[in-house]
């Protein structure tokens, strides 16, 4: 349970807001949307699910995977342990919101090629330091995970064709430091390790996913027999 203190609403926001690397401004439930704005409600709940938006960020019902509803990417969850330490915060994997649209169709559904040659890299979402670091011939995992979770708005389900793609965009831009060379700086390939990098990355992602919903839907079935035995 969240500790009693002042300001409780504006702790989880500003911790959050770090978690999630975004700025955050108001906390909504997940499952409705409803705005929660104040220190005496967050107290009440337990094992709820909030989402934090960003200012003029809009509530999106979370969508499940294969049919199982679990915590989306977006959230951050209300400690229920008895723990003196103040972490009351939980999170999932930290996504950075797309300039791209989402209605391509459901995030578990495949997409043709033609929406990955249309896609833009998003480097106006990567750190500052990972751009710092690109300008000196270094590279970063970051670089990976914003371009996955970018494209993971589109559909999770990213092949190793969709992964040359984008791969073959990047070293575009960054020729010198992403087209693969041997041990002489020849070049002896077309990006095929950072498409590989790429969809690793993403079967990573949906392999947790799948993973963090098993473990919420035998949760629920243990409470629902809990209830029933009691």
Known sequence: MIKDEADIYDQLIWRASLKLQKNGDKLVLEKDGTIIDED?????????????????EKWRAPIPIEGVSCKTERSIILETSSSK??????????????NIPRAVGSSNSQVGLE???????????????????LKKNVIEKRIIQVIIDEMRTITRKISIHACRIIAAKVIQKYPDIF?????????????????????????YLNRSQKALCYSAAQMDKKKRDSKLDS
């Not at 330490?85 to 797309?98: A, C, E, T």
């Not at 929406?115 to 670091?133: C, L, T, Y």
């Not at 041997?182 to 969809?199: C, M, P």
Request: no cysteine; charged share 25%.
């Open 115 to 133: 929406v990955w040659k249309n896609f833009d890299i998003p480097w106006n979402r990567m750190p500052s330091s990972v751009i710092a670091g």
């Open 85 to 98: 330490k103040s972490n009351i915060l939980g999170q999932n994997h930290v996504h950075d919101y797309p």
């Open 40 to 56: 005496e409600i967050l107290l009440l709940l337990e094992n709820e699910t909030l989402m934090l938006l960003e200012e003029g």
């Open 179 to 203: 087209e693969d060379q041997d041990k002489h700086t020849k070049t002896i390939g077309n990006g095929s390790q950072l498409a590989s990098k790429l969809l690793d990355r993403n079967n």
